[in-house]
């Protein structure tokens, strides 16, 4: 029974201005209070009180010392504060004491959640859910700002393409139209509706640009980005972050192609204020001023403030050139002092949107926000959407109820920080919800439950131990092994040249495996790890990439089909180190792999040299990774068909419609997250052979069918093209509707002038 056509037009084209929609009169009006507020209150101001704002230090215990900082007007913004008490205090200072009564705006990096943890940014993306992740957002916001904080900095939109490199964590992988969409509903949710109000705080679009492209996957290294791949690939999110209001950028550490981004005039004024009309204010990284030194790209802090200031930043993070070296440099006309109050404008305009003038305090009284049940629940389901099934035969999964005996085993099954992830400041660990805790709560007499980790943590390696929780295992009907990653091995300035399973987690996993019981393997880590070898030995596999204060909870569900997993993968899994980078969306090369290649141990001994063939893959690994882009299964089964297109030729001001039916084949209720891909098959310069434009997540009971749409508008089919112009060129495009990006059959459209 075909249920009816459900049109999902899941476009995030949409152009929303800076500071709110101004389509509505009273918004228009708005802004027109806060810019006259903005130059009246800069009129007053002396140079070193404009230098003040453009100044962040981060917190210290002596509040009195910050306070003469604050009342002579030299600070513009506070990081890592968190005390309610201290940051009311601080700002009493700056709205009373100081000259002109500018307050400070208070900032943190609440990544994935302030108190209750979320998912990392990775395995939220892993959900494909944009709703999921506002609301994660929304709900740190509401937590961070209960005690004072109105800037954060995230999202952290940059495209990654190697799980070498730390910081994969805390984006939303490899995908560029993924990362775009999960950037956009992530600023929707710290900011909300309007900045001025009290639970709003500011979002902040970084690393600018092209962090994740680091050489060797070592972070802060040297980036080399052409500006074709930059516009096609790495600017996209940040350009659809501008346009959805994020109210700041952070400029990145990396220098691409020379060039640190912290002194980069190109993408801070050409590209962010030329092109985009960006109206934010753009901050500094941590100490990215000063660090040019040592990039070779200053020669000393004078020059360093020089290049930052002239090339569009605006606020300097803790390093404090600006407010040292500028005033010599604006006596000498090296910085004109229109640049000074163009970023103070920015600055300014932002403290004005947030109301931080009229409403400058918290309520130090106000009930607690942290952990609120409804927190809780959003965290629970943020986790169990972000967990994909790799693996599960012999119906594994879910564990069935004639189970009476389960092994709990590994170093991360109660590992109540190390779930938690990278980039947690504010997570209470005694507030986690581990799965060991959850698989006893859910047992409860039902089951015996037998706990052997086995390790002590995930770098720990002790042959006696796993040699005692493979033997407790052996008393067990299933055995489920929970491995992977502490939190401090991922995140930044956290990379791994090799990302085997670390410690003697493999032999764990192997020792298990020998006791010939069903055995799920669970994995928590902070990026995608080679554990080909482990998954062979598992009879199921669930990757849970570090999911926060509630994983345990989801995976205790997901393990005894209370839930049905329907995460995919964000990034690519490689087989091996030795195949990153590698993603799907890369060009075809012109000897693109055949997958029939002849591999290491089948080449005949004295093989000719030419005899294996002249196409692009690896001999001892071949082309193919471990799982592709958008992979994930449930427990139930899905099919595609029908794929249909509204029309065979399209110009650029056309819609196309893709019209396609899904089933469900199997037994349970599920949710596929059905992806859209299209491959522009000649232009004027190479094209990914495969481009993600559209997925959506759609749910169904057993035995249902739907008919569901796509809608893309040809003009989202734009690339930099070799003349650097971005065009829609005519020609043949291949058109994939499917449930990863290696699966299913094209069809094809054209697009014509
Ligand atoms: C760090 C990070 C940046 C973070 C900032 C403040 O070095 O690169 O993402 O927001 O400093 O903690």
């Known amino acids: ?59 210290y215990a002596n509040i009195e010392d910050l306070s003469n900082l604050i009342k002579k007007g030299e600070v513009g913004s506070i990081l890592n504060e968190t005390d309610p008490v201290r940051i009311n205090a601080l700002q009493r200072v700056a709205m009373e004491e100081s000259r002109l009564g500018i307050p400070i705006i208070m900032a943190r990096d609440v990544i994935h959640g302030f108190k209750t943890i979320f998912p990392i940014p990775l395995g939220q993306a892993a959900s494909f859910n944009p709703d999921l992740v506002e609301e994660g957002a929304r709900i740190a916001a509401i937590e961070a700002s209960s005690v004072g904080i109105r800037w954060t900095f995230a999202p952290m939109i ?74 096609n690939v790495f600017l996209p999110p940040f350009e659809a972050a501008a346009k959805a209001g994020s109210a700041t950028f952070m400029t990145s550490f990396n220098d691409n192609d020379g060039v640190p981004s912290t002194g980069n005039a190109f993408i801070l004024k050409d590209v962010l204020r030329k092109e985009w009309k960006y109206e934010g204010f753009v901050v500094s990284d941590w100490a990215s001023v000063s660090e040019m030194i040592a990039h070779g790209f200053a020669s000393d802090e004078t020059e360093a403030a020089l290049k930052a200031i002239n090339a569009g930043v605006d606020m300097e993070m803790v390093s404090g050139t600006f407010f040292r070296e500028a005033p010599q440099l604006i006596k000498t006309g090296q910085i004109k002092e229109e640049t000074i109050d163009n970023a103070v404008r920015y600055i300014l305009r932002i403290k004005f949107m947030l109301g931080l003038f009229d409403n400058p305090y918290v309520d130090e009284k106000a009930p607690s926000t942290f952990y609120a049940p409804s927190h809780l629940v959003a965290a629970k389901q943020a986790a169990i959407e972000s967990v994909i099934l790799l693996k599960n035969e012999k119906n594994t999964l879910p564990i069935s109820a004639d189970v009476k005996t389960v092994a709990v085993v590994g170093p991360m099954a109660n590992a109540a920080y190390e779930q938690m992830g990278t980039w947690v400041f504010d ?26 980790p086995g390790l002590t943590h995930s770098r720990d390696n002790n042959a006696a131990t796993i040699a005692q929780a493979a033997n407790a295992a052996t008393k067990a009907d299933v055995i489920v092994a929970f491995v992977g990653e502490e939190s401090i091995l991922s995140g930044e ?84 180190v030795g195949q990153i980078p590698v993603y799907y969306s890369h060009n075809n090369t012109g000897r693109p792999a055949q997958r029939s290649e002849v591999l290491l141990n089948e080449i005949p001994i004295e093989a000719g040299q030419t005899s294996l063939g002249c196409t692009s893959f690896y001999l001892d690994a071949g082309f193919d990774p471990l799982y592709p882009f958008g992979y994930g299964l449930s427990y139930t089964t899905f099919q595609y068909g029908n794929v249909k297109l509204s029309a065979k030729e399209l ?28 491959q522009d098959k000649s232009a004027s310069v190479t094209r990914p052979v495969k481009e993600l434009k559209r997925f959506m997540r759609i749910e169904l009971k057993p035995g249902e069918k739907k008919t569901v749409c796509f809608e893309l508008p040809i003009s989202e089919l734009t690339f930099w093209n070799i003349d650097m112009k971005q065009v829609v060129e005519p020609g043949d495009f291949n058109l994939w509707i499917a449930t990863d990006s290696q699966s299913g059959t094209p069809v094809t459209f054209k697009v014509i002038d």
Not at 29 to 52: A, C, D, P, Q
Request: net charge neutral; glycine share 10%.
């Open 1 to 59: 029974m075909i249920n009816k056509v459900i049109k999902i037009a899941v476009s995030i084209a949409l152009p929303l201005c800076f500071m709110g929609c101004a389509s509505s009169n009273d918004t228009k009006k708005e802004n027109e209070v806060i810019e006259k507020r903005v130059e009246t209150l800069l009129r007053k101001m002396t140079l070193e009180e404009k230098l003040g704002q453009m100044n962040q230090i981060t917190s």
């Open 158 to 231: 940059d495209i990654g393409r190697d799980p070498r490199w730390g910081r994969i964590a805390e984006g939303f992988g490899e995908d560029t139209y993924l990362t775009t969409v999960m950037g956009v509903a992530s600023i929707k949710g710290y900011q909300g509706d309007s900045l001025n109000s009290p639970t709003s705080i500011a979002a902040c679009a970084k690393h600018f640009v092209g962090y994740g492209a680091a050489e060797g996957g070592r972070d802060y290294n040297s980036t080399s980005i052409p500006e074709r791949l930059l516009r």
């Open 427 to 452: 997570g209470e660990k005694e507030q986690t919800q581990t799965p060991l805790k959850a698989i006893r709560e859910l047992a409860g007499n039902n089951i015996q439950v037998i706990y052997a």
């Open 493 to 576: 300035a956290h990379c791994l040249a090799n990302l085997d399973l670390q410690g003697g987690q493999s032999q764990l996993i192997s020792a298990l495996s020998k006791t010939g019981k069903p055995m799920v393997t669970v994995v928590m880590a902070g990026r995608p790890l080679t554990i080909e070898r482990e998954i062979e030995q598992s009879d199921a596999v669930l990757y849970s990439f570090h999911p926060g204060t509630m994983g345990g909870a989801a995976l205790a569900d997901l393990l005894w089909g209370k839930a049905v997993p329907s995460g995919k993968t964000p990034m690519t899994f490689p087989k091996a």
């Open 651 to 678: 110009k650029e001001t056309d819609t196309l419609v893709a019209e396609f039916d899904l089933a469900n084949t199997g037994k349970y209720t599920g949710t596929e997250i059905a992806q859209l891909y299209v």
